[in-house]
T-cell receptor, first 114, second 112 residues
Framework: DTGVSQNPRHKITKRGQNVTFRCDPI?????LYWYRQTLGQGPEFLTY????????KSRLLSDRFSAERPKGSFSTLEIQRTEQGDSAMYLC????????????FGDGTRLSIL | AQSVTQLGSHVSVSEGALVLLRCNYS??????LFWYVQYPNQGLQLLLK??????LVKGINGFEAEFKKSETSFHLTKPSAHMSDAAEYFC??????????FGAGTILRVKS
């Protein structure tokens, strides 16, 4: 069990630029989740995949955000035309396929918009 | 719909004292409940979970929590605080969809 891996750990970019984050889940986990955490708050759900299928998206996920999980392995989260309000920690988690299984989190990608 | 309320954004205890972090939930379906801990600039680490069965759940690092359906609570306790317990703690609830709904977190400070 090598854990959930996220890259990069930190990303600093100018407003209006596009950014992409990567998440590698625990190998035997078929569910993968993205959350966003702002300072002083708990994580908020963005979207999740079961294998390669994106099954649910939060209303927080505006049309500037897109997530993919090709072949049901790693996932990417892209933010286009970044805004100041996108500054946050983006967390990825994975779990086995049953609803009562706990989610295991990566260390996150901290995004700072200049 | 589901929600979590964590009472007390900051809790301070002395080393060796009882730790009690409060969590109340709301869920329209039988809930699955979790406690996670987060250290600065890190992700969340699972402390314990309640799914079904025994209502007193034991987790890692000496923590435990009791599911009380009548009170819609899932408070986290530890008999004796250690300096290494200083961190932020999150209570979370999930239902059939498995996405987690988190509380706002409680920062635990341990005084020597």
């Amino acid at each position: 069990d090598t854990g959930v891996s996220q890259n990069p750990r930190h990303k600093i970019t100018k407003r209006g630029q596009n950014v992409t984050f990567r998440c590698d889940p625990i190998s035997e986990h078929n569910r993968l989740y993205w959350y966003r955490q702002t300072l002083g708050q708990g994580p908020e759900f963005l979207t999740y995949f079961q294998n390669e299928a994106q099954l649910e998206k939060s209303r927080l996920l505006s049309d500037r955000f897109s997530a993919e999980r090709p072949k049901g392995s790693f996932s990417t989260l892209e933010i286009q035309r970044t805004e100041q309000g996108d500054s946050a920690m983006y967390l990825c988690a994975s779990s086995k396929g049953r609803s009562n299984q706990p989610q295991h989190f990566g260390d996150g990608t901290r995004l700072s918009i200049l | 719909a589901q929600s979590v309320t964590q009472l007390g954004s900051h809790v301070s205890v002395s080393e060796g004292a009882l730790v009690l972090l409060r969590c109340n939930y709301s869920s329209s379906v039988p809930p699955y409940l979790f406690w996670y801990v987060q250290y600065p600039n890190q992700g969340l680490q699972l402390l314990l979970k309640y799914t079904t069965g025994a209502t007193l759940v034991k987790g890692i690092n000496g923590f435990e929590a009791e599911f009380k359906k009548s009170e819609t609570s899932f408070h986290l306790t530890k008999p004796s605080a250690h300096m290494s317990d200083a961190a932020e703690y999150f209570c979370a609830v999930s239902g059939y969809g498995n996405k987690l709904v988190f509380g706002a977190g409680t920062i635990l400070r341990v005084k020597s």
